[in-house]
């Protein structure tokens, strides 16, 4: 059995101090906020103004199309950004996935 004869690691933690974790906490990435379905609700009312990227939206539907799928997430999210450049992915996806309910997809 070679695996009987593998050397194995013993991995201990150490107790870390409240001092320590403080620094620690000061020292790592801040996370950024996603916005709230209400806060991106005036994006959403002006995505949803735009005939044409509804037309894509409700073309690509049951399609089975992932590539369609995908062009729909990347135009509404640049949509979403030439309104308010701040809008990141996540809340791109957010935004789409409110505007499906608008249309009778995704109950709450």
Do not use: C, Y
């Not at 690691?9 to 379905?37: D, L, M, N």
């Not at 505007?99 to 109950?107: A, D, S």
């Amino acid at each position: 059995m070679a695996d009987e004869t593998k050397p194995r690691a013993i991995v201990q933690g150490r107790r870390v101090g409240a001092e320590s974790k403080k620094a620690a906490r000061a020292f790592a990435p801040q996370k950024k906020r996603v916005r709230t379905r209400e806060q991106l609700k005036d994006i959403v009312d002006q995505v949803a103004a735009n005939e044409p990227l509804i037309d894509l939206i409700r073309s690509s539907l049951g399609s089975g199309n992932a590539a369609l799928g995908f062009q729909v997430m990347e135009e509404v999210a640049k949509f979403a950004q030439s309104v308010d450049p701040t809008i990141n992915n996540s809340e791109g996806t957010r935004i789409v996935v409110a505007i499906l309910q608008r249309l009778g997809h995704f109950k709450d």
